[in-house]
């Protein structure tokens, strides 16, 4: 059984402007590193098709939907650059960027529920992960393992779907849509506090919040999994796996102050590929959502890859 890639060269044309860290170049770097180290040879590449705007309805309020595909059209109609909050700005490209990067997440949870491939990886942006029900902010328009979990749900019939967020971001906006949604246990750990400033007090008895202190290292996080995270996705027995999948929390990202590394990344996976082969066939849907040092981001993804794809 093999691993799908899904990207799109859409994906890079979304741009935020100048000196921006969530900038298109950090798919390249990813890119770049995976054909130097061999490791594109392994999986199953594929383009992330446009999402359907019902499917984004799952998890948006339709409302806003339509709002954000009027603001971006015109926005790429005219040329023009928007900004949706203080860090988050639309340009001609963003609407199509943001299409494809929810679009990847729900192709990549049909193949595997198809069977086509064990897991898959999906290096898109934006980032999805603070888009709230209703709001676009930190980076985020759609939230792209929010659609991609409920499509599974509600589109494709599973019954129970977990949600890892372990960027070193609280994912506000997949806990406002999921919070109380008892088919979705949603785990994570975040620097706290950080932006977005949420998630010391869960929303819902569905969520494993581990807010840590600047400077938490690998080993205490690795700790904290074990002890908060594994006993309940064992118990929740999930029948497919989402991963916010962001890589800030390495050393190197100035964006936060934890201390992960490549390793832990790797062993992070490791734990969680134990979950999905012991109750959910081996399915995982991994997103990209942040990574901002683009050398630690690339090694980072790989480490994630190789374990993804079990070379
Ligand atoms: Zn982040």
Redesign the pocket.
């Known amino acids: 059984m093999s691993t799908a890639f899904y990207s799109h060269s859409d994906c890079r044309r979304h741009d935020m402007g100048p000196g921006h860290p969530e900038c298109p170049q950090r798919l390249d770097a990813i890119d770049d590193h995976l054909l130097k180290h061999g490791l594109l040879d392994v999986v199953e590449r594929r383009e992330a098709p446009l999402a359907e705007l019902a499917d984004l309805g799952r998890a948006h309020e339709s409302h806003y939907v339509v709002e954000l595909q009027d603001l971006l059209e015109r926005v790429a109609e005219r040329g023009e650059h928007c900004a949706l909050d203080p860090d988050t700005m639309a340009g001609p490209g963003t609407w199509r960027a943001v299409l494809r990067a929810a679009g990847a997440a729900v192709a990549a949870t049909d193949a595997v529920l198809d069977g086509a491939v064990e897991n898959a990886f999906c290096s898109v942006r934006p980032?999805g992960?603070?888009a709230t029900r209703d709001a676009a902010m930190?980076?985020c328009f759609l939230n792209n393992v929010a659609v991609a979990a409920r499509h599974a749900l509600d589109v494709r019939g599973l019954e129970r779907v977990a949600i890892v967020d372990f960027?070193?971001?609280h994912g506000n906006g997949t806990e406002d849509i999921i919070a109380n949604d008892e088919r979705v246990l949603m785990v994570s750990f975040f620097q706290h506090p950080l932006?977005p400033y949420s998630g010391g007090v869960p929303k819902g008895t569905n969520m494993v919040n581990l807010p840590v202190p600047p400077y938490t290292r690998g080993p205490e996080i690795r700790d904290l999994i074990e002890a908060h995270w594994m006993p309940r996705l064992e118990a929740f027995r999930p029948q497919m796996l989402f991963v916010s999948a962001?890589f800030?929390?390495h050393r190197d990202d100035d964006?936060?102050q934890l201390g992960l590394v490549e390793a832990d990344y790797e062993w992070i996976t490791r734990r969680l590929k134990a979950v999905a082969e012991r109750h959910a066939q081996g399915r995982i849907v991994s997103c990209l959502?942040?990574?901002?040092n683009l050398g630690a981001l690339a090694r980072s993804v790989a480490a994630h890859l190789r374990v993804l794809a079990g070379v």
């Not at 959502?289 to 901002?292: I, K, S």
């Open positions: 980032p992960h603070h930190g980076f960027d070193v971001h932006y962001g800030d929390a964006l936060g959502e942040g990574g901002y």
